[in-house]
C-alpha cells in the first residue's frame, strides 16, 4: 500500500534491474566469486541468478514479488543446509516456519488516523518429530480470536512502556508510533530512507 515505487528492500530492487538488463548467465559466477568492493550484493545477485536458472525462469517475466520469493526459496535452501550439518534427527525434533515480512508502514508518522503495520507471507512450515518430516499449511489454522490477541497483547504489556503499546481492543495491530519514531527518525527520516533506496537500481 506504499506510495509510487516500492522501497522494501533496495539492494532486490538493483538486482531485479540489473539481471533485466544483464541476464542470468552472466552472473551465475562460480560460489565465491564476487565483486571486492562490493561482496554482499555481489554474493546476493549471484546467488539469486543461480537459483532463478535452476528454476528456468525467464528474467522478462520477474517483477519485485517474484524476485522476492526467489530469495526467500534461496534463503531457506540455506537453512535446510544448515540444519543437515548441524542437527541430528534422531537426537532432537525440530520445527522450521520461513516467510517473508513484509513492511507496511504509514508515509507520515505523525498522522495518527494512518496505521503502521507489519505482515508476513508464510514459507515453508513443518516438523520434524522422530525424525519423520510433517508439512504444516499454516493457513489452514484458525485465526486468534479477539480475546486470544488480547491475551498475547497484555504479555507484551509487561515488557514495554504503556506509551508504545497498540491499542489492545483491536483484532490487528498497529505498530507503536514511539517505536518506529525512535528506530526511523520520524517522518521526514523515514520518507528520506526511503527514497535513499528508491534510487538504488537507476544509480547503478
Given at each position: ?24 548467465d ?42 522476492t ?14 540444519i ?69 497483547g ?16 483491536s483484532?490487528?495491530q ?10 526511523i ?7 528520506q ?12
Open positions: 500500500n506504499r506510495p509510487d515505487t516500492s522501497a522494501a528492500c533496495g539492494a532486490l530492487c538493483a538486482c531485479l534491474g540489473q539481471l533485466q538488463a544483464e541476464g542470468l552472466p552472473n551465475c559466477k562460480t560460489p565465491g566469486v564476487h565483486d571486492a568492493e562490493d561482496p554482499e550484493y555481489s554474493i546476493l545477485k549471484q546467488r539469486l541468478a543461480r537459483q532463478l536458472k535452476s528454476e528456468n525462469c525467464k528474467v522478462e517475466d520477474l517483477d519485485l514479488v517474484s524476485i520469493k526467489a530469495a526467500e526459496r534461496t534463503i531457506t535452501n540455506d537453512l535446510k543446509h544448515l543437515s550439518k548441524a542437527v541430528d534427527p534422531s537426537k532432537a525434533n525440530y520445527a522450521v516456519f520461513t516467510g517473508v515480512q513484509i513492511h507496511n508502514w504509514a508515509t507520515d508518522l505523525t498522522d495518527g488516523k494512518t496505521p503502521s503495520l507489519e505482515f508476513v507471507a508464510p514459507g515453508e512450515c513443518y516438523t520434524v518429530i522422530n525424525a519423520k518430516q510433517e508439512k504444516l499449511d499454516v493457513n489452514a489454522f484458525p485465526a486468534l480470536s479477539p480475546r486470544q490477541l488480547r491475551l498475547l497484555h504479555v507484551a504489556e509487561a515488557q514495554h512502556p504503556d506509551n508504545e503499546l497498540p491499542d489492545q481492543d483484532v490487528v498497529e505498530i507503536s508510533r514511539g517505536y518506529l519514531m525512535r528506530r527518525g520520524g517522518a521526514a527520516g523515514a520518507r530512507s526511503a527514497m535513499q533506496y528508491v534510487t538504488l537500481p537507476s544509480d547503478e
